[in-house]
């Protein structure tokens, strides 16, 4: 029986090796919004840039992320997903070392927005597909939790590292560190079991449809808060009497169903798809998918503006932000790993629409809460009850989604559920700052009209430039600009004064529009199963197949 005891002490080994490998890698995948969320002021400030500036890096980089992570996963079907996870990690790590060195925006954007986002959309469907291959049925629910906890402790201590680093040193050093961690990593990965790749081929039309489709919707999103939604805004651009923005939605969305058309038309022919659009019709899958695209567009929104209220209006140290965000870490983490814990048992759809609702209330409490006496106090309750949110659905969503199909197709769910939450992540972002730019922008703009301190030819000019966006700056940004003018007193303090009362307004519009969001996923929770993940089939009809608000 010793042979026997070693052998299986070995597999526990390897076992061991695998998960905190791959854990490793979804962590690395994590920190990296986190820490530049926390940090954007100063990243903007060093890089010569602005609020928007580092709004579009955030954006691209969920957005290359949520367009390619479909390919990404067929990829690693193709060439197998050790080699495609190992790819993706070099990919990422030249990603992170430009990005360490970028001495202006458009080099972040080519190392962090571009290089980074293609390394991940290899490495994560890879991470689902590995897990699959690597443990067994009984084994694999756990690690699939364990792996998400990871993603958790990257979200709960991403603020508390970047804003330490930014304070005390550069954020430099923490895409510098990623590249040490991708150099730990790599030697590792001969230890993962890969079942061989398949003989698939890649669906070059299907890619370039989704990649160009899903990218003008978001950079329409994105270009909303300049350019007006429909309607174009004075002095930028129109077509046909309306705004660019309305037909980049537009073109993307007619694009993205010639690519469900397109998909289909391949299946029906027998040939590889890149997506096989049958799978949209398992109403678990689809209702796991639709909440985590819900999760991350709030979690984005709410993690990008946050920030701007801690380090811009109230003009706190990254490091002092970071610690404000620290509540909503913790309970995230607490929540995500606690629950199924202390209730295995608990019903999935139940925990999900708790989860939504507590979020909704501490967005609520947030957006109130704002007003010109605030100080960094009022984020503690709303921050916790966001973490305690957000890691209710992290508990439950991973396992909702992979139990869904059978295990062979796991790198398929893999790439959509990437796509789903990185799409959401990424039109949160987007979403969220082109409300906070443009409420901002009018909010400013009537201020000064409205000032008898403010000179007529000061508010002529303001109305001409700042139509096409206010950038957010801090108060000691604004006056330090304005001396710099040479504007006077009276009316230096009259726009600084409508600069302070616009930022409140144009964040609580961008904290309702996510409270909104968090509400609105409640109609869509129904397809979210009531029985537990792994509970034994006893014959019943499965209850997935209940009315949508079910």
Known sequence: MRPETGAHGHRRASATVVLATLSAGQFLMTLDSSVMNVSMAMVASDLGTTITGIQTAITLYTLVMATLMITGGKVGSIVGRRRAFGIGLVVYGCGSLTTALAPNLGVLLVGWSLLEGVGAA??????????????????????YGLIAASGAVAVAAGPLIGGA??????????????VVLVLLILPVLRRIEDPPPSRARLDLVGSVLSVVGLGLVVYGVLRSGEWGWLRSRTGGPDVLGLSPVFW???????????????????????????????????????????????????????????????????ELS???????????????????????????????????????????????ILAGGMDPGANAGVVAVPMLLMGLGLGALASQLGAVTVSAVP???????????????????????????SVLIATLTTSVVAG?????????????????????GVPFLSDTQLRTALDDADVEPAAAEAVVAANSDARLVALQSALSVAALSAAAALFFTGRIPRRPVGARDDGRKDDTADAPGG
């Open 165 to 178: 680093v930014t304070t005390f040193a550069s954020w430099r050093y923490v895409f510098a560190g990623e």
């Open 248 to 314: 980049l939605i537009l073109g993307g969305m007619l694009v993205v169903y010639a690519f469900t058309r397109w998909e289909a038309h391949l299946s029906r022919r027998g040939r590889e798809p890149l997506l096989d659009t049958r799978l949209l019709r398992n109403r678990q899958l689809s209702g796991g998918l639709t909440m985590f695209f819900a999760q991350f567009l709030i979690q984005a929104g709410v993690f990008f503006t946050v920030p701007l209220f801690l380090s811009v209006v109230l």
């Open 448 to 468: 000064l009209q409205d000032d008898p301190r403010v000179p007529e030819t000061v508010r002529e000019q303001a109305t001409t430039e700042l139509a096409s």
């Open 407 to 433: 295990d062979s197709r796991s790198a398929e769910v893999g790439g959509l559920q990437n796509t789903a939450t990185n799409l959401g992540a990424s039109l949160g972002t987007a979403l969220i700052g």
């Open 122 to 143: 290899l490495i994560m469907p890879a991470i689902v597909a590995l897990v699959a291959s690597n443990f067994g049925p009984e084994k694999r629910s756990s690690a």
């Open 318 to 364: 990254a490091l002092q932000t970071g610690v404000r965000l620290l509540p909503l870490s913790v309970a995230l983490l607490v929540a995500a790993i606690g629950i199924p814990r202390v209730w295995p048992r608990a019903d999935p759809r139940r925990v999900v629409r708790l989860g939504l609702a507590v979020m909704t209330i501490g967005i609520v």
